[in-house]
């Protein structure tokens, strides 16, 4: 006898909501059409649905995510690092209290080593027949930023080992919901055949039929939920052997409209608006922000940023600001509207001759349009570096800090963004000494610096 399984996942949303009607509308009717034929449905999702650069996530600090993915009826989630490191200790341990679903990590703990209480390390699931699948959830490692939060992540592969151990003698299949990224799930295909099929996200990579690595079925739907994905598994109930499997993509352009997505999509807007419609500041005269020109708000910005870190000096690039403040009330929502990217102060310990290099490197002609995505940047174009404590001779090389003359061997520490130790900007940065401030935002420290 022979028994349908259907599998539908989606990833990295990151709030675009424009895009959740007809994603929310396709699932419930396929959902709804599977268990009318009979077959089997299970629906999951791989983590960074939340964003806060929308307002309306960030007006409900993600809640309102997780009461749109109530609606759809998922079966489990694991989370992305934009659920686990851009919201507070309180808001993630609260962010899924209301869930009408399973929230799948193996990797995540409390300080104490504890697993959080809303949280699974694997689910066993059972399809009509009586097949078990063993689904597993793991996220990305970003221990520099969980553990100021007041969390624990492990090593992914490390927890998978023992998971797989603990799952495959109870399950037929095994399901991996990962938020690791397309070389880490190739790897774990290598290494652990065990796992039959791995859902991916975090690389926004797109696999249109799926790929087979392995024994395993890879799958991956890209992100901005420009594509839904479905793993199509036949299999026989009295052998347990998978007959078939294949993966596709639906292309949300591709997909019905729903009826009132533009009053939808509109009103999450509003709503967000609405929650973030509070006072931080009166301003009596406007603040400009321009990219590519000295202008006063981003160095206020800038300013801020080297008083709260208690910094000998700071640099930031203007194109963090999306648009400058008019005179007047400044409420919430106009910071985050003008600051929207999920990004944190950062400070780095350097010697002055490492100081002196980076600094120079700001002053490469590349970076004024230069396009940046991921990281956290919400922004267009990266903008000039707008510069305090730091001061530049006329002829561009005598740099001073705080009005001396930088020494070699000294010790500075800079303030700037976390995005600029990545690896992909300033190797210096990088290797460097430093402390991520969490779970403030560069709007938070503009509200600092304005209430100020």
């Not at 629906?43 to 809640?63: A, I, N, Q, S, Y």
């Not at 993509?249 to 609405?274: A, T």
């Amino acid at each position: 006898m022979k028994e349908m399984i259907h599998i539908y996942h989606t990833n990295d949303l990151h709030s675009h909501l424009e895009h959740w009607p007809r994603i929310r509308d396709f699932l419930k009717k396929r959902k709804k059409w599977h268990e009318e034929e009979k077959d089997n449905v299970f629906l999951f999702d791989l983590g960074d649905h939340v964003d806060r650069w929308h307002p309306f996530t960030e007006g409900t600090l993600g809640k309102g995510n997780i009461a749109l993915m109530n609606e759809v009826g998922y079966n489990a989630v694991t989370i992305g690092n934009n659920e686990g490191i851009t919201l507070d200790h309180d808001d993630l341990d609260s962010l899924y209290d209301k869930a009408e679903f399973d929230v799948i990590i193996g990797n995540l703990y409390t300080m104490e080593k504890d697993i959080p209480s809303w949280v699974d390390t694997y689910k066993i699931y059972t399809t009509k027949s009586g097949m078990k699948i063993g689904v597993i959830g793991l996220t990305a490692n970003f221990g520099n930023f969980y553990e100021p939060l007041g969390w624990k992540v492990t090593a992914p592969m490390d927890e998978l080992g023992y998971l797989i151990n603990k799952v495959k003698p109870m399950a037929d299949y095994v399901i991996l919901l990962s938020h690791l990224g397309i070389k880490d799930d190739e790897w774990i295909a290598e290494q652990f055949p065990e796992v039959d099929i791995i859902l991916g996200a975090h690389t926004h990579h797109i696999l249109r039929e799926g790929k087979e690595v392995n024994n395993s079925l890879l799958g991956a739907a890209g992100k901005y939920g420009q594509f839904v994905g479905h793993i199509i598994l036949e299999v026989d109930t009295v052998s347990k052997k998978l007959l078939s499997r294949q993966a596709q993509l639906y292309e949300h352009q591709e997909l019905p409209k729903s009826p009132l997505e533009e009053r939808e999509i509109e009103n999450w807007f509003v709503e967000g608006k609405k929650l973030l419609d509070q006072p931080v500041a009166f301003l009596d005269t406007e603040l400009k922000a321009d990219w590519f020109q000295l202008s006063p708000l981003p160095q206020l910005l800038t300013d801020g940023l080297l008083e709260w870190c208690d910094a000998d000096c700071a640099f930031l690039n203007a194109g963090l600001l999306l648009n400058g403040l008019s005179r007047g009330e400044v409420t919430k929502y106009d910071l985050h509207k003008i600051l929207p990217h999920p990004i944190n102060p950062c400070l780095i310990e350097l010697t002055g001759a490492e100081l002196k290099e980076v600094i120079k490197q700001t002053f490469d002609e590349k970076w004024p349009h230069l396009q940046i995505k991921g990281l956290g940047f919400r922004g267009k174009v990266m903008g000039n570096f707008i510069y305090s404590g730091i001061t530049i001779g006329s002829n561009g090389q005598t740099l001073r800090v705080q009005g001396n003359i930088i020494d070699p061997q000294g010790k500075y520490k800079l303030a700037t963004t976390d995005m600029f130790t990545f690896g992909h900007f300033f190797p210096e940065l990088h290797r460097a000494s430093k402390k991520y401030f969490m779970p403030e935002f560069m709007r938070d420290i503009l509200e600092w610096k304005l209430k100020r």
